[in-house]
């Protein structure tokens, strides 16, 4: 139950934060501490590779399931997280994130779907993500050319 609600809050915390700038938080003072450090040792592989697991959290931050506390957290602090490019995340927080979001962009695209209404509407997450990994695929693709004629 503990590995769903971690991975809510790995999936909603970062997923949405690491590699997109979003608009600066609305409070003039600037923003202190981190989101709480109990979900930095979940296994964010484990939860990908269950399927029952994976759909638990999913629904929760739909709204179309239930939530556990952990889940419940999450989708509370999501928003924030989403605002403030994630400021408050941890960096194991931040990495999860990017893993969790990475994965159900590239293999689970209805799912992404689903939560990036919710969370993430105008799809600022996604496109850089695409346009990174576009960007990094050709540069690995000509890397490899200029290895390859210089042999």
């Given amino acids: 139950m ?27 003072a600037p923003i202190k501490g981190t989101y709480d450090s109990r979900f930095d040792n979940i296994d964010v592989d484990e939860i990908l590779q269950q399927e029952r697991l994976l759909k638990n959290y999913v629904k929760c931050l739909e709204g179309t399931g239930p939530c556990t506390p952990d889940g419940k957290a999450l989708k509370e602090t999501l928003p924030d997280a989403i605002a403030t490019n994630c400021v408050k995340c941890t960096p ?9 979001t990475h994965f159900l962009i590239d293999n689970r695209r209805e799912d992404w779907e689903r939560l990036e209404k919710i969370y993430d509407p105008e799809g600022t997450y996604r496109k850089a993500y695409l346009a990174e990994k576009e960007t990094s695929t050709t540069t690995n693709t000509k890397n490899d050319d200029d290895g390859g004629s210089n042999k």
């Fill in 2 to 28: 503990k590995f769903l609600i971690i991975f809510a809050c790995v999936l909603s915390y970062l997923s949405f934060c690491m590699a997109v700038p979003h608009p600066p938080a609305t409070t003039a």
């Fill in 92 to 100: 194991k927080q931040k990495e999860g994130s990017d893993k969790v």
